[in-house]
């Protein structure tokens, strides 16, 4: 259910040519109170624009974007490289009983997807193991660690409409690119076959919580690595921003996701 402050920003947005005059409408406003917790695919990591260095939070980002559209009050504590302890230990003093919206992005770090990744691009190598590391992880510990995430989040912002945003596909299963053309086409598909069962288990760990789970799959589908008009950053320097959402992947992927479950 999205909470009545929510709402009232919502449609306000929608028919601004109906407002009352100026004076009364600012009298009686109160901007939507967001917070947008969560990893680097959350912070705008791989954007290339960042107002912090620490965190890689990016003005590009969909949370950014977001807020801008709602005329919403900002808490952006996501950060890049952060698991689900750090969003327990670090990030929760953004939310209230005050909050209205909530996003988040979790639980990449946590299942070894990074070593994953590390290995399937690396020549010479098979980087089946890591793989099945990785997903051994999603199906084994993952479910519990949201929960613990899930529910302080549902705690400390009782009142708030929460979205989980999943994960992209990095490939295009199709070919390769780049100087090393790795990984290798079989390896892309067995990836984002990966990333199909993590999206699956965030999706349904979301739902026992009542909140909206929004699939970002088909938001980059035409638009991997290696597709002509990428919202993935591949290989990239910094090192950070690889295989990370760029600022199309932002404009042009999660936030018109996010922004269609809201409407």
Not at 138 to 159: E, F, H, K, T
Request: with cysteine; net charge negative; charged share 20%.
């Amino acid at each position: 259910m999205i909470p009545a402050r929510l709402a009232a920003a919502v449609l306000a947005a929608a028919t601004a040519f109906l407002v009352l005059p100026a004076a009364s409408a600012q009298a009686r406003y109160e901007p939507t109170r967001y917070a947008a917790l969560g990893d680097s695919y959350s912070s705008g990591t791989g954007t290339g624009d960042y107002f912090d260095q620490a965190c890689l939070r990016s003005s590009k980002a969909y949370p950014q974007l977001l807020a801008d559209s709602l005329g919403a009050e900002l808490a952006f504590a996501a950060c890049s490289g952060a698991t689900t302890s750090d969003l327990l230990s670090e990030q929760l003093g953004a939310l209230d009983a005050e909050t209205d919206l909530v996003t988040v992005t979790i639980g990449g770090n946590d299942i070894g997807w990074a070593k994953a990744v590390k290995a399937c691009i690396t020549p010479l190598t098979n980087c089946l193991d890591e793989i099945e590391d990785s997903e051994a992880l999603v199906q084994d510990r993952l479910p519990g660690l949201l929960d613990g995430a899930y529910s302080a989040i549902a705690n400390r912002a009782p009142n708030a409409a929460v979205y989980v945003l999943g994960y992209p596909r990095l490939f295009n299963g199709e070919r390769t690119c780049g100087a090393l053309k790795q990984p290798s086409v079989a390896e892309q598909v067995r990836m984002n076959a990966a990333a199909d069962r993590l999206a699956g288990v965030v999706r349904n760990k979301a739902e026992e919580y009542e909140f909206t789970y929004v699939d970002v799959r088909d938001a980059f589908k035409g638009h991997a690595i290696c597709d002509d008009v990428a919202y993935l950053n591949g290989l990239a320097y910094p090192p950070a921003e690889s295989y990370h959402p760029n600022a199309m992947g932002h404009l042009n992927g999660y936030y018109p996701a996010l922004a269609r479950m809201i409407d």
